[in-house]
């Protein structure tokens, strides 16, 4: 089944950080675009951050100079680094693909075709 894996969700406290994984279940990463969303109680998915084919970065305003995005292409993974979290940063994280290739990618949920299950994150003291 063509579908990514997201692990490395947990409880942290404010100002914590923690590492999201996606890794790659029966396709591959390779020249895709690989999203973050989020999904808080109550509220809408909404995109956090993407990273390109060509590996460009794109975040949402509310996560820039606090979450980094990057992959491992020989890992066939995408990770999304969460610094300073706060407790607006409580939601259920969601991996997708868009099986096209493109140089820039976009926080917009029509453009990925493949989630994964999603990973809690919780930010509490």
């Known amino acids: 089944q063509e579908q990514p894996v997201e692990s490395g969700g947990g409880l942290v406290q404010p100002g914590g950080s923690l590492r999201l994984s996606c890794a790659a279940s029966?396709?591959?990463?390779?020249?895709?675009?690989i999203a973050w969303f989020r999904q808080a109680p109550g509220k809408e998915r909404e995109g956090v951050a993407c990273?390109?084919?060509?590996?460009?970065?794109n975040y949402a305003d509310s996560v820039k100079g606090r979450f980094t995005v990057s992959r491992d292409n020989f890992k066939d993974t995408v990770f999304l680094q969460m610094n300073n979290l706060s407790p607006e940063d409580t939601a259920v994280y969601y991996c997708?693909?868009?099986?096209?290739?493109?140089?820039?990618?976009?926080?917009?949920?029509?453009?990925?075709?493949?989630w994964g299950q999603g990973t809690q994150v919780t930010v509490s003291s």
């Open positions: 997708a693909v868009d099986l096209g290739f493109s140089s820039n990618c976009e926080l917009a949920r029509n453009e990925y075709s493949h």
């Open positions: 029966g396709f591959t990463f390779n020249s895709r675009s």
């Open positions: 990273i390109s084919s060509y590996s460009f970065p």
